[in-house]
């Protein structure tokens, strides 16, 4: 029946738009609702005439490829699918005549090979720089198309340029969403976002990374876990006491800063819980991430870059290591064996280091190079 | 009774309303007429405790809608019926409850008639463990109840309702964890910008925008970051631009960190340049970041939080705020002064903050207490 054929082609239309692996099946569908043999579905540039997106049926992919490559060039309804206002369909005969047809490459030979010769073409997409269009292809055998076909294409049409409009919006969001995760994957300190029910709506890189050395933080399937009770305890207190909080209390927000023990010996983990109220859906089964957990790891934080110390004090290479090796603690004699100097050498260096920092003092002289810190992972 | 065009026109109406939840009034009045009903409800359960997340109505009088809510989860037969149906489940009266029945319960017989309904057919988009979604038509005693033909087209649109609920979720999805990762970025003491290929800012976070108020070193300009310090300004044009250079493969090769001075203060801000490559690629339209940049503001760096010092070594009240000046390059006798202690008092502290921490060389304290600095704003 015509009616349920038409029904399941917008149902696919608007699938593809959610999934576009699913554009293939939907302009089949579309292909053969409307009476064709192949259909398009086109960006293009303004400015070019040149597609940018393309996606079909029924056009063999290295057709599909040289198309893109060079032959769109010779599309001569290029120009006037770009004219074409938004409400209005487009056909053949409307451009060209069966003369100028055999007269063009693209129709003569290009479309003969795939055979394909007629078109009906709507507008899905349409701004300053860019167009888009769906189009129904037809074989020679089938002729021009008719009255019909003209009007189902144009019933389908406003659900193509739903669906695109999904795919650009989803496409959009998503985007803005990566370029966040991916901000956040660059920092040396774990991040999580924390879902009411305790469920890890998203963990960065360098969180992950310090769940995989399994030394006492955890990321499960039900949430974030860490191994030390007592962290664990002061964990679930804070995302309790963020749960309590009604919108419009953030600024009372208590903020939580404890320590929580790793696995192994060594200087515990800092861990902060902030809220992070999401409106009115803090509802338990909400999706949103209510809570944010940073988890810094002091064994693997990076010293100030020797790069930076040599360039803002003008350190040489030996200054500007010792620099380094008193930020991460170790002691002048410490340093001196593993590098195999002598003690005078190292005091020489300590001193033009703390002439060219103008830091007379041990702690002044550590705090300004703990200053230097790249909060990030290196590059 | 309801033409193609009738239909057609309902779906467009429909996928518009998962574009633009503004968009559900439009929709369910369609959805009304088509199905000789009048009115339509769209309504989102959460199911533990059961309570609406949303509420989209046609042809319900405000005020009504209001009672309609109080009432309707307590004593409509609906409800726990409604509760049994499965995702893509179309239902109606008659499946629950006979005539007879209807003048018995108190919804139908004394609720309804007062909002001018009776009747109803639903269906079901989606029904998981945490969530319950329906959309209905009601009508009036004298619409009398739906018939087959309603029955079918409720059916026909079901999936379509589904697709726009699923647009929907998947937009607020993404906008939620974006706008959560804006808010986690927002927590971070270190200012933090995304910059697009032709430098201009596409995003800058609290701390950015705080540390631009004193205009000292560097000013935030939609156009891009300028820079003061000519060198700074240089490094930072480089930076930007082997960033843009990178290919894809390249992520983990590209920036560059580098000091900007002030003005107003000899110590300078520390600047991190990150590259931020797209995933996939994007559409010309979509504004697009290319790099990130951290900068760092030492004079907001913050120390330990006091209640965490005091917990993590058990230090007491005075001890805590010792190590915190000590950490910010207070010199003893500076501190003594400070606070308005002898200076043998502020030994004392310090020989039991040594002792506490397991320090004995004061460059050890602050390394370790450094350790302890939150990565993280002190609201």
Same mark, same amino acid.
């Given at each position: 029946?015509?009616?349920?054929?038409?029904?399941?082609?917008?149902?696919?239309?608007?699938?593809?738009?959610?999934?576009?692996?699913?554009?293939?099946? %939907?302009?089949?569908?579309?292909?053969?609702?409307?009476?064709?043999?192949?259909?398009?579905?086109? !960006?293009?540039?303004?400015?070019?005439?040149?597609?940018?997106?393309?996606?079909?049926?029924?056009?063999?992919?290295?057709?599909?490829?040289?198309?893109?490559?060079?032959?769109?060039?010779?599309?001569?309804?290029?120009?006037?699918?770009?004219?074409?206002?938004?409400?209005?369909?487009?056909?053949?005969?409307?451009?060209?005549?069966?003369?100028?047809?055999?007269?063009?490459?693209?129709?003569?030979?290009?479309?003969?090979?795939?055979?394909?010769?007629?078109?009906?073409?709507?507008?899905?997409?349409?701004?300053?720089?860019?167009?888009?269009? @769906?189009?129904?292809?037809?074989?020679?055998?089938?002729?021009?198309?008719?009255?019909?076909?003209?009007?189902?294409?144009?019933?389908?049409?406003?659900?193509?340029?739903?669906?695109?409009?999904?795919?650009?919006?989803?496409?959009?969001?998503?985007?803005?969403?990566?370029?966040?995760?991916?901000?956040?994957?660059?920092?040396?300190?774990? !991040?999580?976002?924390?879902?009411?029910?305790?469920?890890? !709506?998203? %963990?960065?890189?360098?969180?992950?990374?310090?769940?995989?050395?399994?030394?006492?933080?955890? *990321?499960?399937?039900?949430?974030?876990?860490?191994?030390?009770?007592?962290?664990?305890?002061?964990?679930?207190?804070?995302?309790?006491?963020?749960?309590?909080?009604?919108?419009?209390?953030?600024?009372?927000?208590?903020?939580?800063?404890?320590? %929580?023990?790793?696995?192994?010996?060594?200087?515990?983990?800092? @861990?902060? @819980?902030?809220? *992070?109220?999401?409106?009115?859906?803090?509802?338990?089964?909400?999706?949103?991430?209510?809570?944010?957990?940073? !988890?810094?790891?002091?064994?693997?934080?990076?010293?100030?870059?020797?790069?930076?110390?040599?360039?803002?004090?003008?350190?040489?290479?030996?200054?500007?290591?010792?620099?380094?090796?008193?930020?991460?603690?170790?002691?002048?004699?410490?340093?001196?064996?593993?590098?195999?100097?002598?003690?005078?050498?190292?005091?020489?260096?300590?001193?033009?280091?703390?002439?060219?920092?103008?830091?007379?003092?041990?702690?002044?002289?550590?705090?300004? *190079?703990?200053?230097?810190?790249?909060?990030?992972?290196?590059? | 009774?309801?033409? +193609?065009?009738?239909?057609?026109?309902?779906?467009?109406?429909?996928?518009?309303?998962?574009?633009?939840?503004?968009?559900?009034?439009?929709?369910?009045?369609?959805?009304?007429?088509?199905?000789?009903?009048?009115?339509?409800?769209?309504?989102?359960?959460?199911?533990?405790?059961?309570?609406?997340?949303?509420?989209?109505?046609?042809?319900?009088?405000?005020?009504?809608?209001?009672?309609?809510?109080?009432?309707?989860?307590?004593?409509?037969?609906? #409800?726990?019926?409604?509760?049994?149906?499965?995702?893509?489940?179309?239902?109606?009266?008659?499946?629950?409850?006979?005539?007879?029945?209807?003048?018995? /319960?108190?919804?139908?017989?004394?609720?309804?008639?007062?909002?001018?309904?009776?009747?109803?057919?639903?269906?079901?988009?989606?029904?998981?463990?945490?969530?319950?979604?329906?959309?209905?038509?009601?009508? &009036?005693?004298?619409?009398?109840?739906?018939?087959?033909?309603? #029955?079918?087209?409720?059916?026909?649109?079901?999936?379509?309702?589904?697709?726009?609920?699923?647009?929907?979720?998947?937009?607020?999805?993404?906008?939620?964890?974006?706008?959560?990762?804006?808010?986690?970025?927002?927590?971070?003491? $270190?200012? =933090?910008?995304?910059?697009?290929? $032709?430098?201009?800012?596409?995003?800058?976070?609290? &701390?950015?925008?705080?540390?631009?108020?004193?205009?000292?070193?560097?000013?935030?300009?939609?156009?891009?970051?300028?820079?003061?310090?000519?060198?700074?300004?240089?490094?930072?044009?480089?930076?930007?631009?082997? =960033?843009?250079?990178?290919?894809?493969? /390249?992520?983990?090769?590209?920036?560059? $960190?580098?000091?900007?001075?002030?003005?107003?203060?000899?110590?300078?801000?520390?600047?991190?340049?990150?590259?931020?490559?797209?995933?996939?690629?994007?559409?010309?339209?979509?504004?697009?970041?290319?790099?990130?940049?951290?900068?760092?503001?030492?004079?907001?760096?913050?120390?330990?939080?006091?209640?965490?010092?005091?917990?993590?070594?058990?230090?007491?009240?005075?001890?805590?705020?010792?190590?915190?000046?000590?950490?910010?390059?207070?010199?003893?006798?500076?501190?003594?002064?400070?606070?308005?202690?002898?200076?043998?008092? =502020?030994?004392?502290?310090?020989?039991?903050?040594?002792?506490?921490?397991?320090?004995?060389?004061?460059?050890?304290?602050?390394? +370790?207490?450094?350790?302890?600095?939150?990565?993280?704003?002190?609201?």
């Amino acid at each position: 029946m015509q009616g349920d054929n038409l029904l399941a082609t917008i149902e696919a239309i608007h699938a593809a738009g959610l999934d576009e692996s699913l554009w293939p099946q %939907a302009l089949a569908a579309t292909a053969r609702t409307v009476g064709g043999n192949a259909a398009t579905l086109e !960006v293009f540039g303004k400015q070019t005439l040149r597609p940018t997106q393309m996606y079909s049926f029924g056009v063999p992919r290295h057709e599909e490829i040289a198309y893109l490559a060079q032959l769109a060039e010779t599309n001569i309804r290029l120009p006037f699918v770009a004219e074409q206002p938004l409400d209005d369909m487009l056909w053949d005969f409307k451009i060209v005549d069966e003369g100028a047809m055999r007269r063009s490459p693209f129709y003569a030979e290009f479309l003969a090979r795939m055979d394909m010769r007629y078109f009906v073409s709507g507008i899905v997409h349409k701004t300053a720089d860019e167009f888009a269009a @769906v189009c129904v292809h037809r074989s020679a055998k089938m002729g021009h198309i008719e009255r019909d076909g003209i009007a189902t294409l144009r019933a389908l049409v406003p659900h193509v340029r739903q669906a695109f409009d999904v795919a650009r919006r989803l496409k959009r969001s998503g985007d803005a969403r990566d370029q966040l995760e991916r901000t956040l994957d660059w920092l040396a300190d774990g !991040v999580a976002l924390i879902r009411a029910d305790g469920a890890v !709506v998203y %963990a960065n890189d360098s969180l992950q990374a310090m769940a995989r050395r399994n030394d006492g933080v955890h *990321l499960r399937k039900h949430g974030f876990e860490l191994a030390d009770p007592a962290g664990q305890q002061k964990f679930a207190a804070a995302l309790a006491a963020v749960l309590r909080l009604k919108i419009g209390e953030l600024r009372h927000a208590p903020i939580a800063d404890f320590i %929580a023990a790793r696995s192994s010996p060594g200087q515990p983990y800092l @861990v902060s @819980v902030r809220p *992070l109220i999401a409106g009115p859906a803090s509802a338990p089964a909400s999706p949103h991430a209510v809570a944010i957990v940073f !988890v810094r790891d002091p064994l693997a934080r990076n010293p100030a870059a020797t790069d930076t110390l040599r360039e803002l004090f003008g350190l040489t290479e030996a200054e500007a290591v010792l620099a380094q090796a008193l930020q991460s603690g170790m002691t002048l004699s410490e340093y001196a064996r593993r590098r195999a100097l002598s003690l005078n050498t190292v005091y020489t260096h300590l001193r033009r280091l703390r002439e060219k920092t103008g830091c007379s003092r041990m702690p002044e002289l550590i705090h300004k *190079l703990n200053e230097l810190r790249v909060p990030l992972r290196r590059y | 009774m309801a033409t +193609r065009d009738d239909l057609l026109a309902t779906l467009e109406s429909i996928h518009a309303a998962g574009l633009d939840e503004r968009e559900w009034p439009a929709a369910l009045s369609a959805v009304t007429h088509l199905l000789g009903a009048v009115a339509a409800t769209f309504e989102e359960f959460a199911k533990t405790p059961l309570q609406h997340r949303a509420f989209h109505t046609f042809g319900l009088p405000p005020l009504r809608e209001l009672e309609y809510v109080d009432q309707y989860i307590a004593c409509s037969p609906r #409800i726990p019926a409604g509760l049994t149906w499965r995702t893509g489940r179309v239902a109606w009266d008659y499946q629950i409850l006979d005539e007879a029945a209807m003048r018995r /319960d108190i919804f139908y017989s004394e609720f309804l008639p007062r909002c001018g309904l009776r009747y109803s057919i639903a269906a079901v988009l989606l029904h998981t463990p945490d969530e319950f979604t329906v959309v209905a038509a009601q009508r &009036s005693a004298k619409q009398g109840h739906v018939d087959r033909g309603e #029955i079918r087209l409720m059916r026909q649109l079901l999936p379509h309702l589904q697709q726009a609920y699923d647009v929907a979720a998947r937009l607020r999805g993404n906008r939620s964890i974006g706008e959560s990762l804006e808010r986690t970025l927002d927590w971070l003491a $270190d200012g =933090v910008a995304l910059i697009g290929a $032709d430098g201009a800012v596409v995003y800058a976070n609290e &701390s950015l925008h705080e540390i631009a108020r004193d205009a000292d070193g560097f000013r935030l300009k939609k156009s891009g970051i300028e820079f003061f310090d000519p060198q700074a300004r240089q490094r930072f044009g480089a930076a930007l631009a082997a =960033v843009l250079r990178l290919k894809s493969g /390249d992520v983990e090769h590209g920036g560059a $960190d580098f000091v900007a001075a002030r003005s107003a203060h000899p110590q300078p801000y520390l600047v991190s340049v990150r590259p931020l490559l797209a995933a996939r690629a994007s559409p010309p339209a979509s504004p697009h970041a290319a790099a990130i940049v951290f900068v760092r503001d030492p004079l907001t760096g913050g120390t330990a939080a006091t209640g965490t010092l005091r917990e993590l070594f058990g230090l007491t009240e005075a001890e805590a705020a010792l190590a915190q000046a000590l950490q910010s390059g207070v010199t003893l006798a500076e501190y003594a002064r400070q606070r308005a202690l002898s200076l043998n008092t =502020v030994y004392t502290h310090l020989r039991r903050l040594r002792e506490k921490t397991g320090c004995n060389r004061m460059a050890e304290l602050i390394h +370790r207490l450094n350790e302890l600095r939150l990565p993280l704003r002190g609201d």
